[in-house]
Protein backbone atom coordinates (compact mmCIF):
# COMPACT_ATOMS: atom_id res chain seq x y z
CA UNK A 1 0.00 0.00 0.00
CA UNK A 2 2.77 2.49 0.88
CA UNK A 3 4.90 1.60 -2.59
CA UNK A 4 1.62 2.33 -4.26
CA UNK A 5 0.83 5.77 -2.30
CA UNK A 6 4.86 6.51 -3.11
CA UNK A 7 4.76 5.95 -7.30
CA UNK A 8 1.44 7.97 -7.05
CA UNK A 9 3.14 10.80 -5.69
CA UNK A 10 6.62 10.21 -7.44
CA UNK A 11 3.85 10.41 -10.83
CA UNK A 12 1.93 13.40 -9.42
CA UNK A 13 5.12 15.20 -9.13
CA UNK A 14 6.76 13.97 -12.18
CA UNK A 15 3.18 15.45 -14.18
CA UNK A 16 3.64 18.56 -12.08
CA UNK A 17 7.37 19.69 -12.83
CA UNK A 18 7.35 18.48 -16.25
CA UNK A 19 7.51 21.06 -19.38
CA UNK A 20 3.94 22.44 -20.88
CA UNK A 21 4.75 21.55 -24.78
CA UNK A 22 3.09 23.89 -26.89
CA UNK A 23 2.41 23.07 -29.83
CA UNK A 24 1.38 24.08 -33.70
CA UNK A 25 -2.32 26.52 -33.16
CA UNK A 26 -5.31 25.73 -35.29
CA UNK A 27 -4.56 26.15 -38.59
CA UNK A 28 -1.18 27.95 -38.46
CA UNK A 29 1.14 25.20 -38.52
CA UNK A 30 4.45 27.52 -37.73
CA UNK A 31 3.22 29.24 -34.98
CA UNK A 32 3.20 27.45 -31.46
CA UNK A 33 1.68 28.51 -28.77
CA UNK A 34 -1.05 27.44 -25.96
CA UNK A 35 -4.30 28.74 -24.86
CA UNK A 36 -5.76 30.91 -22.41
CA UNK A 37 -8.26 32.70 -20.92
CA UNK A 38 -8.65 36.24 -21.39
CA UNK A 39 -8.23 37.13 -18.13
CA UNK A 40 -4.73 36.43 -17.76
CA UNK A 41 -3.71 39.09 -20.45
CA UNK A 42 -1.91 41.73 -18.64
CA UNK A 43 -3.61 45.20 -18.22
CA UNK A 44 -7.21 43.71 -20.09
CA UNK A 45 -9.24 46.15 -18.53
CA UNK A 46 -6.98 49.10 -19.23
CA UNK A 47 -8.33 49.04 -22.62
CA UNK A 48 -10.97 50.76 -24.25
CA UNK A 49 -12.97 47.70 -26.17
CA UNK A 50 -15.05 50.17 -28.21
CA UNK A 51 -11.79 51.45 -29.45
CA UNK A 52 -10.78 48.03 -30.05
CA UNK A 53 -14.24 46.85 -31.31
CA UNK A 54 -13.42 49.50 -33.88
CA UNK A 55 -10.08 48.50 -34.81
CA UNK A 56 -11.23 44.85 -35.65
CA UNK A 57 -13.81 46.32 -37.71
CA UNK A 58 -11.80 48.44 -40.20
CA UNK A 59 -8.94 45.98 -40.01
CA UNK A 60 -11.73 42.78 -41.52
CA UNK A 61 -12.10 45.63 -44.65
CA UNK A 62 -9.16 43.27 -45.64
CA UNK A 63 -9.54 39.88 -47.43
CA UNK A 64 -6.95 38.24 -45.24
CA UNK A 65 -8.93 39.37 -41.64
CA UNK A 66 -12.16 38.60 -43.51
CA UNK A 67 -10.55 34.75 -44.21
CA UNK A 68 -9.39 34.95 -40.60
CA UNK A 69 -12.35 36.05 -39.04
CA UNK A 70 -15.04 35.07 -41.43
CA UNK A 71 -18.92 35.70 -40.54
CA UNK A 72 -17.26 37.80 -36.98
CA UNK A 73 -16.54 40.21 -39.17
CA UNK A 74 -19.93 40.87 -40.42
CA UNK A 75 -21.22 40.71 -36.38
CA UNK A 76 -19.15 43.08 -34.87
CA UNK A 77 -20.93 45.61 -37.25
CA UNK A 78 -24.24 44.71 -35.20
CA UNK A 79 -22.59 44.57 -31.65
CA UNK A 80 -23.95 46.09 -28.99
CA UNK A 81 -21.43 45.19 -26.26
CA UNK A 82 -17.51 45.67 -27.69
CA UNK A 83 -16.49 43.75 -24.42
CA UNK A 84 -19.05 41.08 -24.72
CA UNK A 85 -18.22 40.44 -28.49
CA UNK A 86 -14.65 40.47 -27.64
CA UNK A 87 -14.53 38.50 -24.58
CA UNK A 88 -17.16 35.72 -25.75
CA UNK A 89 -16.48 35.17 -29.75
CA UNK A 90 -12.30 34.61 -29.22
CA UNK A 91 -9.78 32.42 -27.68
CA UNK A 92 -6.53 33.63 -26.51
CA UNK A 93 -2.87 31.94 -27.24
CA UNK A 94 0.11 32.58 -25.53
CA UNK A 95 2.61 32.54 -28.41
CA UNK A 96 5.51 30.90 -27.83
CA UNK A 97 8.59 30.36 -29.97
CA UNK A 98 9.67 26.87 -30.97
CA UNK A 99 12.20 26.17 -28.59
CA UNK A 100 9.85 27.04 -26.07
CA UNK A 101 10.75 30.82 -25.48
CA UNK A 102 8.40 32.97 -23.40
CA UNK A 103 9.94 36.67 -24.64
CA UNK A 104 10.40 38.02 -27.73
CA UNK A 105 11.29 41.53 -29.30
CA UNK A 106 9.25 44.66 -29.37
CA UNK A 107 10.48 47.99 -31.81
CA UNK A 108 8.77 50.78 -32.94
CA UNK A 109 8.67 52.58 -36.37
CA UNK A 110 6.51 55.32 -37.79
CA UNK A 111 5.91 57.81 -40.70
CA UNK A 112 9.02 59.60 -41.88
CA UNK A 113 8.72 63.00 -44.03
CA UNK A 114 10.77 64.04 -46.53
CA UNK A 115 11.96 67.13 -48.23
CA UNK A 116 12.00 66.28 -52.24
CA UNK A 117 10.96 67.60 -55.48
CA UNK A 118 10.21 65.71 -59.26
CA UNK A 119 13.15 67.72 -60.69
CA UNK A 120 16.53 66.82 -60.01
CA UNK A 121 18.96 69.56 -59.03
CA UNK A 122 22.00 70.20 -56.76
CA UNK A 123 19.85 70.33 -53.70
CA UNK A 124 17.37 67.23 -54.30
CA UNK A 125 19.66 64.74 -55.80
CA UNK A 126 18.97 60.83 -54.54
CA UNK A 127 16.12 59.44 -56.41
CA UNK A 128 13.61 57.54 -54.55
CA UNK A 129 12.75 54.40 -57.30
CA UNK A 130 9.58 53.09 -58.19
CA UNK A 131 10.11 49.23 -58.61
CA UNK A 132 12.21 48.36 -61.60
CA UNK A 133 10.72 47.13 -64.92
CA UNK A 134 13.50 44.21 -65.20
CA UNK A 135 12.88 43.45 -61.46
CA UNK A 136 11.90 39.41 -61.41
CA UNK A 137 9.61 37.69 -59.26
CA UNK A 138 9.61 34.25 -58.74
CA UNK A 139 7.07 32.51 -56.99
CA UNK A 140 8.39 29.20 -56.06
CA UNK A 141 5.04 27.88 -54.09
CA UNK A 142 3.44 26.86 -57.76
CA UNK A 143 6.30 23.97 -57.88
CA UNK A 144 7.60 23.99 -53.63
CA UNK A 145 4.62 24.51 -51.62
CA UNK A 146 6.88 24.46 -48.54
CA UNK A 147 8.08 27.83 -49.83
CA UNK A 148 5.18 29.42 -49.91
CA UNK A 149 6.61 32.36 -47.74
CA UNK A 150 10.15 32.79 -50.05
CA UNK A 151 10.35 35.06 -53.30
CA UNK A 152 13.06 34.77 -55.59
CA UNK A 153 13.93 38.27 -57.32
CA UNK A 154 16.63 39.31 -59.81
CA UNK A 155 17.13 39.89 -63.49
CA UNK A 156 17.27 37.87 -66.72
CA UNK A 157 20.48 37.48 -68.66
CA UNK A 158 19.67 35.41 -71.54
CA UNK A 159 17.63 32.50 -70.16
CA UNK A 160 19.14 32.76 -67.33
CA UNK A 161 17.87 34.56 -63.89
CA UNK A 162 21.11 36.27 -62.11
CA UNK A 163 21.04 38.05 -58.58
CA UNK A 164 19.67 41.92 -59.17
CA UNK A 165 21.95 44.88 -58.63
CA UNK A 166 22.78 45.66 -54.83
CA UNK A 167 22.70 49.52 -53.16
CA UNK A 168 26.10 50.00 -54.36
CA UNK A 169 25.69 48.77 -57.47
CA UNK A 170 22.69 51.01 -58.71
CA UNK A 171 24.04 53.47 -57.23
CA UNK A 172 26.80 53.18 -59.80
CA UNK A 173 24.37 52.18 -62.89
CA UNK A 174 21.65 53.26 -64.35
CA UNK A 175 18.66 51.43 -63.60
CA UNK A 176 15.57 50.10 -65.61
CA UNK A 177 13.36 52.67 -63.43
CA UNK A 178 11.18 55.36 -63.61
CA UNK A 179 11.89 58.17 -60.35
CA UNK A 180 8.91 59.11 -57.80
CA UNK A 181 10.75 62.10 -56.55
CA UNK A 182 14.13 63.46 -55.85
CA UNK A 183 15.12 63.24 -52.01
CA UNK A 184 16.90 66.03 -50.02
CA UNK A 185 18.90 63.35 -47.80
CA UNK A 186 20.22 60.39 -48.61
CA UNK A 187 20.08 59.12 -44.86
CA UNK A 188 16.35 60.23 -44.59
CA UNK A 189 15.94 58.19 -47.95
CA UNK A 190 17.46 55.31 -46.10
CA UNK A 191 15.13 55.66 -42.92
CA UNK A 192 12.26 56.02 -44.90
CA UNK A 193 12.92 52.33 -46.91
CA UNK A 194 13.55 50.81 -43.23
CA UNK A 195 10.37 52.04 -42.27
CA UNK A 196 8.53 51.42 -45.18
CA UNK A 197 6.48 54.33 -46.28
CA UNK A 198 6.39 57.79 -45.65
CA UNK A 199 5.29 61.30 -46.64
CA UNK A 200 7.75 63.64 -49.03
CA UNK A 201 6.87 67.42 -48.77
CA UNK A 202 7.68 68.38 -52.35
CA UNK A 203 9.90 72.18 -52.96
CA UNK A 204 6.30 72.94 -54.95
CA UNK A 205 4.38 72.68 -50.84
CA UNK A 206 2.70 69.63 -52.16
CA UNK A 207 2.59 66.14 -50.19
CA UNK A 208 2.92 63.10 -51.80
CA UNK A 209 2.51 59.59 -50.24
CA UNK A 210 4.69 56.69 -50.98
CA UNK A 211 4.74 52.79 -49.65
CA UNK A 212 6.74 50.16 -49.88
CA UNK A 213 6.13 48.34 -53.86
CA UNK A 214 9.21 45.93 -53.80
CA UNK A 215 12.76 45.33 -53.67
CA UNK A 216 16.19 44.08 -55.14
CA UNK A 217 16.19 40.67 -53.39
CA UNK A 218 18.96 40.39 -50.91
CA UNK A 219 17.99 39.99 -46.89
CA UNK A 220 18.26 43.31 -44.72
CA UNK A 221 21.39 43.76 -42.59
CA UNK A 222 21.13 46.18 -39.93
CA UNK A 223 23.96 49.29 -40.46
CA UNK A 224 23.27 49.07 -36.68
CA UNK A 225 25.16 46.31 -35.89
CA UNK A 226 27.59 47.20 -38.70
CA UNK A 227 28.22 50.64 -36.38
CA UNK A 228 28.67 48.58 -33.33
CA UNK A 229 31.36 45.85 -34.50
CA UNK A 230 33.55 48.43 -35.68
CA UNK A 231 33.19 50.12 -32.17
CA UNK A 232 31.59 53.71 -33.56
CA UNK A 233 28.37 53.66 -31.83
CA UNK A 234 28.12 51.64 -28.08
CA UNK A 235 25.23 48.67 -28.25
CA UNK A 236 23.88 50.80 -25.51
CA UNK A 237 23.62 53.91 -27.38
CA UNK A 238 22.35 52.70 -30.86
CA UNK A 239 19.01 53.91 -31.57
CA UNK A 240 17.65 55.40 -35.24
CA UNK A 241 18.55 58.34 -33.44
CA UNK A 242 22.37 57.90 -32.79
CA UNK A 243 22.62 56.39 -36.01
CA UNK A 244 21.62 59.23 -37.94
CA UNK A 245 23.54 61.74 -36.01
CA UNK A 246 27.21 59.42 -36.29
CA UNK A 247 26.12 59.76 -40.46
CA UNK A 248 25.95 63.49 -40.53
CA UNK A 249 29.06 63.59 -38.14
CA UNK A 250 30.61 61.47 -40.95
CA UNK A 251 29.62 62.46 -44.27
CA UNK A 252 32.76 60.58 -46.13
CA UNK A 253 31.71 57.20 -44.58
CA UNK A 254 28.18 57.49 -45.24
CA UNK A 255 27.98 55.56 -48.69
CA UNK A 256 30.11 52.96 -47.11
CA UNK A 257 27.99 52.71 -44.01
CA UNK A 258 24.73 52.46 -46.02
CA UNK A 259 26.21 49.99 -48.59
CA UNK A 260 26.38 47.26 -45.58
CA UNK A 261 22.40 46.78 -46.41
CA UNK A 262 22.39 45.57 -49.93
CA UNK A 263 19.18 45.17 -49.62
CA UNK A 264 17.15 48.06 -51.65
CA UNK A 265 13.27 49.17 -50.91
CA UNK A 266 11.53 50.42 -54.09
CA UNK A 267 8.03 52.63 -53.82
CA UNK A 268 5.11 53.04 -55.60
CA UNK A 269 2.68 56.76 -54.61
CA UNK A 270 -0.27 55.88 -52.57
CA UNK A 271 -3.42 58.07 -51.95
CA UNK A 272 -3.09 57.79 -48.23
CA UNK A 273 -0.31 58.12 -44.91
CA UNK A 274 1.52 54.94 -43.87
CA UNK A 275 -0.29 52.02 -45.71
CA UNK A 276 0.81 48.63 -44.43
CA UNK A 277 1.29 45.30 -46.72
CA UNK A 278 -2.77 44.65 -45.94
CA UNK A 279 -3.46 47.77 -47.78
CA UNK A 280 -4.98 49.36 -44.94
CA UNK A 281 -4.01 52.96 -43.66
CA UNK A 282 -2.20 52.17 -40.61
CA UNK A 283 -3.22 53.39 -37.45
CA UNK A 284 -1.21 54.80 -34.57
CA UNK A 285 -0.73 52.29 -31.21
CA UNK A 286 -3.26 50.18 -32.93
CA UNK A 287 -1.03 48.52 -36.43
CA UNK A 288 2.02 46.07 -35.70
CA UNK A 289 4.28 44.68 -38.13
CA UNK A 290 5.00 41.00 -37.81
CA UNK A 291 6.62 38.02 -40.05
CA UNK A 292 3.95 36.84 -41.93
CA UNK A 293 5.09 33.55 -42.05
CA UNK A 294 4.34 32.75 -38.26
CA UNK A 295 1.70 35.75 -37.62
CA UNK A 296 -1.11 36.36 -40.32
CA UNK A 297 -1.46 39.54 -41.97
CA UNK A 298 -4.84 40.95 -40.42
CA UNK A 299 -5.09 38.95 -37.03
CA UNK A 300 -5.48 40.36 -33.61
CA UNK A 301 -2.70 40.13 -31.45
CA UNK A 302 -2.29 41.15 -27.52
CA UNK A 303 1.22 42.80 -26.87
CA UNK A 304 2.97 43.12 -23.15
CA UNK A 305 5.61 45.03 -23.01
CA UNK A 306 7.55 48.00 -20.94
CA UNK A 307 9.74 50.33 -22.04
CA UNK A 308 11.37 53.22 -19.85
CA UNK A 309 8.79 51.96 -16.71
CA UNK A 310 5.89 53.03 -19.98
CA UNK A 311 3.61 50.18 -19.67
CA UNK A 312 2.28 48.68 -23.36
CA UNK A 313 -0.37 46.28 -22.70
CA UNK A 314 -3.32 46.79 -25.49
CA UNK A 315 -5.04 44.83 -28.82
CA UNK A 316 -3.11 45.67 -32.08
CA UNK A 317 -3.75 44.01 -35.55
CA UNK A 318 -0.89 42.24 -37.87
CA UNK A 319 -1.00 45.12 -40.67
CA UNK A 320 2.50 44.90 -42.14
CA UNK A 321 5.53 43.11 -42.53
CA UNK A 322 9.37 44.50 -42.42
CA UNK A 323 12.70 43.03 -43.78
CA UNK A 324 13.94 43.39 -40.21
CA UNK A 325 10.75 41.58 -38.32
CA UNK A 326 11.66 37.64 -38.31
CA UNK A 327 10.17 35.00 -36.04
CA UNK A 328 6.77 34.43 -34.00
CA UNK A 329 7.51 36.78 -30.68
CA UNK A 330 8.44 39.74 -32.91
CA UNK A 331 6.65 42.91 -33.46
CA UNK A 332 7.30 46.50 -34.46
CA UNK A 333 4.71 49.11 -33.26
CA UNK A 334 3.39 51.60 -35.22
CA UNK A 335 3.69 54.86 -33.38
CA UNK A 336 1.73 57.47 -36.11
CA UNK A 337 3.88 60.21 -37.94
CA UNK A 338 5.77 63.26 -36.43
CA UNK A 339 8.84 64.07 -34.31
CA UNK A 340 7.31 62.73 -31.11
CA UNK A 341 6.76 59.43 -33.06
CA UNK A 342 9.94 59.75 -34.51
CA UNK A 343 11.61 59.92 -30.79
CA UNK A 344 10.20 57.20 -29.30
CA UNK A 345 10.44 54.75 -32.45
CA UNK A 346 13.84 55.10 -32.87
CA UNK A 347 14.81 54.37 -29.37
CA UNK A 348 12.10 51.51 -28.52
CA UNK A 349 13.69 48.06 -27.86
CA UNK A 350 11.91 46.05 -25.23
CA UNK A 351 11.04 42.52 -24.52
CA UNK A 352 7.87 41.52 -25.80
CA UNK A 353 4.85 38.79 -24.25
CA UNK A 354 2.17 38.01 -27.12
CA UNK A 355 -1.30 36.76 -27.69
CA UNK A 356 -2.89 35.68 -30.63
CA UNK A 357 -6.49 35.95 -30.69
CA UNK A 358 -8.26 34.16 -33.18
CA UNK A 359 -12.22 32.85 -33.55
CA UNK A 360 -13.18 29.78 -31.13
CA UNK A 361 -11.76 27.10 -32.49
CA UNK A 362 -15.20 25.05 -32.94
CA UNK A 363 -16.02 28.13 -35.24
CA UNK A 364 -12.48 28.88 -36.33
CA UNK A 365 -11.97 24.91 -37.77
CA UNK A 366 -15.74 25.02 -39.14
CA UNK A 367 -15.82 28.07 -41.19
Known sequence: MKSNTLILVLSLLILGCSKQVETPLPKLPNTYGIPVVFSELPGLQKNNFQNVLDDFINN??????QKIYSSLCQEAKNSS??????LNNFQVYRVYKKNGAKEGLLTGYFEP?????????SVYKYPLYATPKDLVNVDLSAIYPELKHYRLRGRLEGNKIVPYDSRAEIKRSDINSSVICYCKSKIDRFFLEVQGSGKVVLDNNKTIYVGYANQNGYKYSSIGKYLINHGDISANNISLQSIKAWLEAHPKK????????????????RSQGATGALGLELRAKSSVAVDGQYIPLGSMLYLSSNFKNRKIDKFVFAQDVGG???????ADYFLGSGEQAMQIAGKLKAPLKMWIILPKEERFMNE
Request: proline share 0%.
Open 60 to 65: CRSTKA
Open 81 to 86: NAKEFL
Open 113 to 121: ELQGSLKKS
Open 254 to 269: IDTVLNQNKAMVFFAK
Open 324 to 330: AIKGSLR
